[in-house]
């Protein structure tokens, strides 16, 4: 027996050595995975381009490069390879081809390893794969705001590919509010236009940006209020004038016509009149301009503004904005918005309209109109329809779930709809980087929440202001990286994060470690939700720091990094596996050990969790 033991032992240890990896850490590595697609349809095949770098003094032989799809930590397919017979010093790049499985809205984790002759490891790194039919189930928001004749738009294109962005908000590439297409603008020379703040936009950057959108998968939606025109509109169409909106009468907010001065304007157009939506001329005009821009730019729909709620309105001669499906008065702008979305969506035909209610102020009118896709800019300030503020991360999540509520009628699939969040974090900054832990934070409480981000755009920028092309505090190359793999892990995992889950109320219980049901400051945010399949426990790690999303000058404490995390949850019914999964990690599944157990008829499971430094997904699969 002795010599047995003695034999088994050399076996492994000799395994081993033929495992280990036969140059030197770190002698090469990957250094970059892209798709060509944001995203797939069933069918089509995903070209993966992996770039190696080797840093040595010489070629590598023999090494062999894998790609492993999963869905939801089972293998979907088999494993593609490149075998490479000498990688070069410097950087090399290969591609990898794998056709996805027919099923349609699944999303993939994609692991790729790159290994020695010997099979030993010497990098490994992610990416994701979202294969569905249309964009609208699993939107991914992006933005481009750059439209000069020197803008590369194809580059940018190509940088926003890398979050899996799947459309696109074109912000103030148009001529005017009142006229989006600029005169004289025409498919075969779109010329080029000032817009109201004196930009020069190219027409021809505009196609050539719509182009290489096309070619990625990605919509392209044309950015215009709803409600807005300028001074030249006025002065050309007179008759306008009593179509303006007006404050109401002992109106808090304002007096007279309801405007916003913009600021100096080369054209002479620097004041913003706001109308009527509900006044059925300017809904003619409105929607026959919007339908010109298709005659010459290959946008895929309109993307609507507002500017929210500034109090009750009435038309220039002091009545009522319409009437609603009651036949009681309506004066505020919010309470257009359903009849005033149901009928541009008509009058788009085959377009898509997305819709912002500016503060999510009046946002289940939107939510409940026949708008392809929710989409809303949050202000801390604000408060949701139960008077609950907008400034923290659970109050974020909660309007998530409740706008999918909200949409369950008008979805395809009766699932809801997933929501957008725009919300400025780092507002007050005006240089240096993002502030990391607040970017990632506002990440995790949303994607947990079932929605999305409008953040990333005009390349690798992100958003911190309402005006689009102030974007010049940039990320550093730390938090791309962490971007990225939260938008990966948010594709990888859209069936478990919006997929019509729901939260549900689960006692858990967290050995020696501070927890909250509702995002608390200093605690760990127990977030827990559920399908018809898995419970599903989200940790979002807000120990060390505080709970409010808005973090103005950069200056959000990262939270403590946990370890080792003894979990007890409640769950209904009984565990038959309990799966881990985090964007700090890769967002590999690996499987916990675990036990089930009943406490006064009530069934839990524990396990213990090995880190938590931002988000960790606990996916329980139900017997």
Same mark, same amino acid.
């Given at each position: 027996?002795?010599? %047995? #033991?003695?034999? =088994?032992?050399?076996?492994?240890? !000799? &395994? ?5 990896? *036969?140059?030197?850490? @770190? ?57 490479? %017979? #000498?990688?070069? =010093?410097?950087?090399?790049?290969? !591609? &990898? ?5 027919? *099923?349609?809205?699944? @999303? ?58 799947? #459309? ?79 404050? #109401? ?375």
């Amino acid at each position: 027996m002795a010599g %047995a #033991a003695a034999l =088994v032992i050399a076996g492994v240890f !000799a &395994l081993k050595l033929l495992r280990a990896p *036969a140059y030197p850490e @770190g002698a090469a590595r990957i250094s970059e995975i892209s798709t060509d697609r944001a995203m797939y349809t069933p069918g089509q095949t995903v070209t993966l381009n992996v770039t190696l770098s080797n840093g040595g003094a010489q070629a590598l032989s023999g090494l062999t490069l894998c790609a492993q799809a999963t869905h939801l930590g089972t293998d979907a397919g088999e494993a593609q390879e490149v075998r490479i %017979a #000498a990688l070069p =010093v410097g950087e090399s790049s290969y !591609a &990898l081809s794998w056709m996805p499985p027919e *099923a349609d809205f699944q @999303g993939y984790l994609l692991d790729v390893t790159l290994r020695d002759g010997r099979g030993g490891t010497l990098d490994h790194a992610t990416s994701a794969v979202d294969v569905s039919s249309s964009w609208l189930k699993f939107p991914r928001y992006g933005y481009v705001c750059d439209f000069s004749a020197d803008a590369d738009a194809a580059a940018k294109i190509e940088a926003m590919n890398a979050w899996h962005i799947n #459309a696109i908000e074109y912000y103030d590439w148009q001529y005017r509010h009142h006229q989006p297409l600029a005169p004289g603008s025409t498919r075969e020379n779109p010329g080029t236009w000032q817009d109201w703040a004196g930009r020069r936009i190219s027409g021809q950057t505009v196609q050539s940006s719509l182009a290489a959108a096309k070619e990625r998968g990605m919509v392209s939606m044309a950015y215009n209020m709803i409600y807005a025109a300028t001074d030249s509109f006025f002065r050309e169409n007179p008759q306008a004038e009593a179509w303006k909106l007006h404050f #109401a009468p002992g109106s808090s907010r304002g007096s007279g016509e309801f405007k916003f001065n913009m600021g100096a304007s080369p054209s002479g157009d620097g004041t913003l009149y706001f109308i009527n939506p509900l006044n059925v001329l300017w809904q003619e005009h409105i929607f026959a301009e919007e339908n010109k821009i298709f005659t010459v730019f290959d946008f895929d729909g309109w993307h609507a503004d507002t500017v929210g709620d500034w109090g009750d309105m009435v038309t220039a001669d002091g009545e009522p904005l319409g009437q609603d499906s009651r036949g009681e008065a309506v004066t505020s702008v919010l309470d257009t918005y359903t009849p005033f979305l149901n009928a541009a969506k008509a009058a788009l035909g085959g377009k898509y309209l997305t819709f912002n209610p500016v503060g999510a102020q009046g946002i289940e009118n939107a939510n409940k109109s026949n708008v392809d896709a929710l989409y809303a800019e949050f202000w801390p300030w604000d408060s949701d329809r139960n008077g609950r503020s907008y400034d923290t991360y659970a109050a974020l999540a909660a309007e998530v779930e409740q706008s999918r509520l909200d949409s369950l009628e008008t979805s395809a699939d009766g699932k809801g709809k997933s929501l957008t969040v725009k919300a400025y974090i780092n507002y007050d900054l005006k240089n240096g980087k993002m502030n990391d832990p607040a970017v990632l934070l506002c990440e995790a409480a949303v994607f947990a929440a079932g929605g999305a981000r409008l953040e990333i755009g005009n390349g690798d920028h992100m958003l911190h202001t309402e005006y689009y092309p102030d974007d010049g505090v940039l990320m550093s190359d730390a938090l791309k990286a962490r971007t990225r793999a939260m938008y990966d892990f948010m594709v990888a995992y859209e069936n478990l994060l919006r997929d019509g889950q729901s939260t549900v109320t689960r006692q858990v219980e967290i050995k020696g470690v501070q927890t909250s049901v509702k995002g608390a400051s200093d605690a760990v945010w127990t977030y827990n939700r559920a399908d018809e399949n898995y419970e599903i426990l989200h940790l979002i790690n807000l120990v060390g720091t505080d709970s409010r999303w808005r973090d103005e000058d950069g200056k959000k404490a990262a939270p403590e990094p946990q370890s080792e995390l003894r979990v007890r949850c409640q769950i209904q019914g009984e565990a038959q596996a309990v799966t881990l999964a985090s964007p700090d990690e890769g967002g590999r599944s690996t499987q916990l050990a675990f036990a089930n157990g009943r406490d006064g008829g009530q069934a839990y499971v524990e396990f213990t969790v090995p880190s938590l430094e931002y988000w960790d997904m606990i996916y329980i699969k139900i017997k």
